[in-house]
């Protein structure tokens, strides 16, 4: 039996990456659509993404860190440097492929428009290509007729649960979030976390910036931007929900007052697979609920006090333009200022809404637009980083 469609794997060493080429490998082995990974693109863990392209038999391999080339196998080139993912898509990608975009950060964002371009379909896994293009993005999609597949897990519930109606039909979408590792905490307390008490999540094993933004509930901010761009809805029918248990992964009310909930144990493969299955459903490779157990579901709501990123995300859809651009761009300078001890865990939204404050939403309708929203926002947001690390010392 020969492949039935080709693959790109965009952060093929990261969770999500990782997740996919799992996924893959299953589908063939069940009988499912087989796919062939037409190229992977990574980091700096070479040695991972040597053994994924013998294991993959991927002949095409794009290291962001040129360092990375030297551990390839014989038989496979390597495309190396800050731009090696662009580079991959730009001369390898074909209409009709798929491509998964794992790349965390606005760092995922050219190589994602480039693929779209050339008339690829999108598995996006990259929340931060959306809320800082996300009209961009929008317009190119469809003007090149492609789908856009959401692969974050409440994204994909919201997209699994709106197949019940039809979209003019939805009322409101409740995302849900576990509430990280400080659900519970005082403010206080909160304000002051260690780098390692951020990254103790208590239901998902991600990267270290994801799981930062999962304890800020950055995370969950980022994704009611994202929301917006995927299901066209405004702010006011957005909301978020605290679900410590990661089981429920969204809510979708519809206009009749039916609410339909897409349920699953916290596994990415999941929506990975309904991404590279869809419209289909195949055998799949998660663990399912164990009902006899399960003895509560808890919610409760979002406290936008001691955690305000899901207010900067309303802000951020009702300014539209640039304000994404400048969310993201600031949070991504600001959770590394974290990791690296220069500034505290209560730092982080205070930063990002002081950049939203000094760096007014403009119109944007290019990339090049975008990334020079993004620069300006980065480097407003480490100067700020510093002189907050200066006045600690």
Known sequence: MGFTRRIFVLGSTGSIGTATLEVVRHLAETGGPRYEVAGIAAGANGALAAAQAAAHGIRHVAMSDPNAAASMPTGVECLAGPDAALELIERLAQPGDLVMGAIVGAAGLAPTLAAIERGCH??????????????????????????????????SAVFQCIRAGTPREVERIVLTASGGPFRTWSAERTAAATVAEALRHPTWQMGRKVTIDSASLMNKALEVVEAHWLFDLPASRIQAIVHPQSIVHSFVEFRDGSTIAQLSPPSMKLPIQYALTWPERTDGCSPTIAWDAMRSLDFEPVDHERFPAIRLAWRTIESGGSAGAVLNAANEVAVEAFLAGSIRFGDISQLVSNAMDELPARPVSSLAEVMAADREAREWARERAAERASAAR
């Open 122 to 155: 999108i598995a996006l896994a990259n929340k931060e290509t959306l809320v800082a293009a996300g009209a961009v993005v929008r317009e190119a999609v469809e003007r090149k007729g492609v789908e856009l597949l959401p692969v974050d897990s409440e994204h």
